[in-house]
């Protein structure tokens, strides 16, 4: 770098703040009058809802005006909240405007032009670009190109430049720290410094170090289903937030953040990386964990979570488990779909609806309203068909019963008061007779007791999705590996569950599969991306429910096989390949992310050896302490280590946490050390991850990072089968810069195999005889 550029940036970075600054006062005076544009308007709304009219015609004539005014307060409130969130902007611009120079010349041009890449965009009064936003097309040079030719797509077609520069800045309160030039992609010194920190409460984004791979994800738009599979600490969760906030900007006109979810593993998770988009300008997407999810489509119903199946699931045998493969299937969802399509009307479960405690449609009525529509429609079809003629039934129902002896006796039994508020909005004069003044109060109390089969019929309960579950499992060919005994074992539980309104997370997704199927409601076709983190954890049925019920989305399932916990890992090809037959999706792609960021070299060297084809992981040459094996032959020698332990790493680190296989040996752990140590024991309502010692069963660790893992009993005892080669990967891999393992009598043999070499980590080990070496 030539001598004075320093001095030269820093005069520019100087001139851009004043700037900006200048833009604060006056987006400050703006939001000012935009805040009492909206008290006013909601004043005047506030002042007008509250007034009580008696005339119809008023009435219909405020509404309209009233309903104007709700969007004008609701249009007041939406721009209020863009001038704050720009006025945000400006302050973080303020702050570090940009992180990044490239000198580019066009093709067919000969004068270099300076670019300067920041969070956001900066025009000056003049239209004049002073820093561009990351996700302009012309900022992907900055990411991907390396000096020389380089090409950038932008929406009239890829272009042509020459990269003569590229610079790289870290700037704090408008100070530049450091900068440097480079040829790389993005240099790591930058991801040196933003590794190298401790962990934060939150998620940061990763804008000014972002990858050439990463960039590849956050920036496709062509696929209909994407799949991630990223190594431990590879940025997966850090890219597709970044990728959401590019597709915000990329289509601002036709998309908005609620037309995205995100279903991610935990609560704990959901906060932690609640920060990014708001860093970023932009909206979160909607959030929802699988339990909330399913909570919300069962309701009354107790649908067991992801984490009491884990705790199960480390007692099942190997038939249960080959049980919950085949229920997790795509093959099991084909059947489902098969079933629906070729039913019978004698086999669809219809539910007699009951009316004071006699039936008024008996199932026998509402199969026979079935029955009339044409064989050749689509199950679905008919079902709507059948709910329309019973609602038009109802109705006509209505209009007979305003005459029954019943309704008469009611009318006579209404009081003064009772008529009044019935008559509400209606003027006397309105009536011809009094008898019409009769059958207006008659049909509004029939339609009001009515109300209940209205409301049974528009929920579909004239069919019951349960019994017509257990009718398709008890008809259902069973594969020739699962014993059938074990089947007919898990069709009663399944109703014995139900009887006491549980249901186990294997029945929940093709339970609903078959009620969305049957109805043909449940979608919703507003959301076009859906995001799924940590889909390892997903079974096929899930994706395949999800995929049923979000068609227009565009899917992007980002993982880790070797995180699988308590489960053998599946190849990331071999999932796109039945993720492409059952989806049938057009434009799939697979993005492979090897390299691993979160970790030291000398963890990440050590987790990739605990791996049968971990060779393939790069490790991030950032450099720290190796990991620790302490082996202990008696639990009491095992606490005092961990407590040791402890105390040597909350000298170095903000956040330590003792991860466990269980939540039994979460709440031991708990109980020995939190008079010692301000612990908290985190469990799945918990949101938050608060500093200094927190204890927690890996399965609520996943996609978290701490500071400093003590991995807790890592024995042969507890860890005894390949199956958990997943579990003790991802434990290792939360750690960020120092990893303890602590094995309370002999090392579990997916450590002490023979392909982790021994100079890997650093053993403290207690001879049966207590005495140490
Ligand atoms: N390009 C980058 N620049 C700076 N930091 C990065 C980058 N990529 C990843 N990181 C950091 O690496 C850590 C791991 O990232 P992230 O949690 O996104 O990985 P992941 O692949 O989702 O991990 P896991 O599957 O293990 O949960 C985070 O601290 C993140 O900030």
Redesign the pocket.
Known sequence: MEPGEYRIEQDRVDSIVDQIKRRIQKTRFDLAKAHEETENVQQNYRANTSVNYFEVDDRIETSAELQQQRGLVNRDIENESIIKRQLNTLKDLANSPYFGRIDIVDEDETTPEELYIGTASFVDDDQNFLIYDWRAPIASIYYNGTLGKVKYTTPVGELSAELLKKRQFQIQNGEIDNMFDTNET?GDE??QH??GEQ?NET????V????SE?NDIIRDTKSDLLVVQ????????????QRIAFLLYHSRSSLEADQIVLLSPNKLFSHYISDVLPSLGERNMRQVTLAEFFAHRFEGLNVQTIFDRYEHQQKMDTQQIKLREYKGSAEFMHQLADYITDIDANDIQFSTIYFRGKPFFTADDIKHVYEQYPKRMHTAQRILKTKNTLIKTLKRRINTSIHDQWVNEELENLSDERIRTMMKGKQLREFQSQDDERDFLAAKIVKKEYRIIYDAIYNNNFFDPYIQYDHFLNQLPLPSDIDESIWKQSVNDFKDELEKHQLSLDNAAPLLYLRDLITGEGRNRAIQYLFV??MQDYSIAQLIYLKLIFPNAKFNL???SE?ALFKAVEKPTELLNKLNNAFGTKKSRLIK?NR???STYQITTFAKSLLPDGNDIEAFNRQGPLPKMIIRYDLNDAFDSLKKTLEDQLSDNGTVAVLTKNIAEAKEIYHQINRQFETTLLGDADRTLPKGVVVLPIYLA????FDSVIGWNVSADNYNSPDLIGTLY?IA??A?HSLVLISVGPVSPLITKANIPSDSFKIDHQLSNHNEV
Request: charged share 20%; no cysteine; hydrophobic share 40%.
């Open positions: 993005v930058m991801l933003a590794l962990n998620m940061q984004n990763i000014a170090t972002i990858q990463q990223g190594v431990a600490g590879s940025g997966k969760t850090s890219a597709i937030l983190d940590e980002i993982g880790d995180q992310l691993s960021y979160r996943k996609g978290l990072e991802t891999t939360r960020m």
